[in-house]
């Protein structure tokens, strides 16, 4: 298995000002420990349709708004930007993505645009899965690496999780490449709540995602998601605890294939 055989990463010990508004930028091939059944009737291209979804956090202080788009695809590529503003400045990700024949989310580009007080930076990631190389930039650094099939990036993964939990995968691998680093992901189904979101409850489907580093679970930084189980599982709410530290980020109104995302119906006492 791929994740066991890479190189990994130290995870990082601190959380920068903007990474818990781009953790949503939270992220084809997989292991599930799991083997999942067909819960959904839809086909991956059914189930990744258009959506807009926009999210608040306060992080140092400081209100942090953060609106994630998936566009409608044009000659079967994908977009999906996300834009996350605040005080210190503006934080921008675009990625672009095919479906295989196999009807995996494959990766073609990533980039990422920061513009802050603190300065200016710019990251980028382009794969050739014909010659199997993955081209990177990120700070003053440039270099390529070889690609395996089942390697994401910190958005793709994210959409393929959404429709591997509708298929029934409950403890779900992926393998990352993200700053030029390979890193693995586990997400595992841990419950399910009514969740109070600001448009009213939501059914979810709560998540944990651990990083795995050398083939260990790692202690230094946890995340929990709920996502929202009747909407094709776009995310309502992400904690990420690191030490002692607690952020969270919450939903605040979306769309879903061009419908807004509505809350539960109230039950009325007799």
Known sequence: MSWLKTTQRTPLKSISIFKLSIAVML????????????????????????FEMKYYTKVSGMDINLTQRLEQPINGQYK???????????VTEEGLFHISKQGRVIPDKFSKNQKT?????????????????LNFSFK????????????????????QLRFDLASGL?????????????????????????????????????????????????ADAQSKIWLASDWDYLMLKLETID????????????????????????????
């Open 170 to 218: 409950t403890d779900i691998y992926y393998t990352v490449i993200k700053n030029g680093q390979v890193e693995n992901y586990l997400y595992q189904v841990v419950g399910h709540e009514v969740l109070e979101t600001s448009i009213g409850e939501l059914n979810t489907t709560i998540l944990t995602r651990t990083d795995v580093i050398d083939g260990e679970k790692s």
């Open 140 to 159: 003053k650094r440039t270099g390529s690496l070889n690609l395996q099939q089942d390697y994401q990036d910190t958005m793709t993964h994210k959409q």
């Open 27 to 50: 992220t084809s091939g997989i292991f599930a420990s799991s083997l999942g059944w067909s819960k959904s009737s839809k086909g991956i291209h059914e189930f990744i349709v258009p």
């Open 80 to 90: 999906e930007n996300i834009i996350a503003k605040g005080a210190l400045g503006k």
């Open 243 to 270: 030490k002692d530290s607690v952020k969270i980020m919450t939903f605040t109104q979306g769309t879903l294939d061009g419908r807004p995302i509505t809350p539960l119906e109230a039950k009325t006492e007799t």
């Open 117 to 133: 007080i603190l300065g200016k930076r710019f990251e980028f990631q382009e794969y050739d899965w014909q010659a199997k190389k």
